[in-house]
T-cell receptor, first 111, second 113 residues
Framework: QKEVEQNSGPLSVPEGAIASLNCTYS??????FFWYRQYSGKSPELIMS????GDKEDGRFTAQLNKASQYVSLLIRDSQPSDSATYLC???????????FGSGTQLTVLP | EAQVTQNPRYLITVTGKKLTVTCSQN?????MSWYRQDPGLGLRQIYY???????DKGDVPEGYKVSRKEKRNFPLILESPSPNQTSLYFC????????????FGSGTRLTVV
C-alpha cells in the first residue's frame, strides 16, 4: 500500500464548477497535510496546509481533513481554466524528514 | 525576493562523470531537502537536512551525497551518475515546525547518457 494515494485522473470539470480532489494516507501518526499545485514543467507551489480535523478555507480553496478515515481533500470552487494543473497531496508523518507526496491528480478545467 | 535557487536548470552528462547540483535559499530556513520526480512515481525524497551539519537519508538516497556546511546551501552530489538517475530534481526548504510546507526551487532536469 502506498503511503499517500491519489487518483491520477485526469479529472475534468467545466469552468465555474467545484473540483474535488481526494487523498488517502496510510500512517495514522501523520500530523500535517499539504496541497501543492504543479503546472506542467514548473515546480510545485504550496496552496494550503491543514493539521486539524475539519475544514480550512482560503479564498476559492477548501481543505478538508478526517483523521479517523485517514482522508484529506481539496475543493476548488468556481474553477477557472488557470486552475488546470496537477495537484499533489503531501503528508508529514511527524518525523523530521518525512514529507511524503502522492503521485498527483491532473485537473483540467474546461472553458 | 524569497526563493530557492538551483543550478543548473538543465544538465546532460555521461555515465560516471561526477557532478554537483547547487541549491541555495535566502529565507533562513532550517530544513532543506532534495526530491526527484519521475513520471508515475511522483516526488521522492532523496536526502534532507534539519540544520547545518545535520543530514539524513530520504526514501531513495542510493547514488547521491549531500552536505550542509552553511545554512543557506545544500548541494546534491552524484559521484558516479548512471542513466537511472535521469530525472527532474527539486531542492526545497522550509521553516522548522510541522505546519510549514516546503518552498521548491525551479528544478534541474538531469539526463545521464
Amino acid at each position: 500500500q502506498k503511503e499517500v494515494e491519489q487518483n491520477s485522473g485526469p479529472l475534468s470539470v467545466p469552468e465555474g464548477a467545484i473540483a474535488s480532489l481526494n487523498c488517502t494516507y496510510s500512517d495514522r501518526v501523520s500530523q500535517s497535510f499539504f496541497w501543492y499545485r504543479q503546472y506542467s514543467g514548473k515546480s510545485p507551489e504550496l496552496i494550503m496546509s491543514i493539521y486539524s480535523n475539519g475544514d480550512k478555507e482560503d479564498g476559492r480553496f477548501t481543505a478538508q481533513l478526517n483523521k479517523a478515515s485517514q482522508y484529506v481533500s481539496l475543493l476548488i470552487r468556481d474553477s477557472q481554466p488557470s486552475d488546470s494543473a496537477t495537484y499533489l497531496c503531501a503528508v508529514n508523518r511527524g518525523s523530521a524528514r518525512q514529507l511524503t507526496f502522492g503521485s498527483g491528480t491532473q485537473l483540467t478545467v474546461l472553458p | 525576493e524569497a526563493q530557492v535557487t538551483q543550478n543548473p536548470r538543465y544538465l546532460i552528462t555521461v555515465t560516471g562523470k561526477k557532478l554537483t547540483v547547487t541549491c541555495s535559499q535566502n529565507m533562513n530556513h532550517e530544513y532543506m531537502s532534495w526530491y526527484r520526480q519521475d513520471p508515475g512515481l511522483g516526488l521522492r525524497q532523496i536526502y534532507y537536512s534539519m540544520n547545518v551539519e545535520v543530514t539524513d537519508k530520504g526514501d531513495v538516497p542510493e547514488g547521491y551525497k549531500v552536505s550542509r556546511k552553511e545554512k543557506r546551501n545544500f548541494p546534491l552530489i552524484l559521484e558516479s551518475p548512471s542513466p537511472n538517475q535521469t530525472s527532474l530534481y527539486f531542492c526545497a526548504s522550509r521553516k522548522n515546525g510541522l505546519d510549514y510546507g516546503y518552498t521548491f526551487g525551479s528544478g534541474t532536469r538531469l539526463t545521464v547518457v
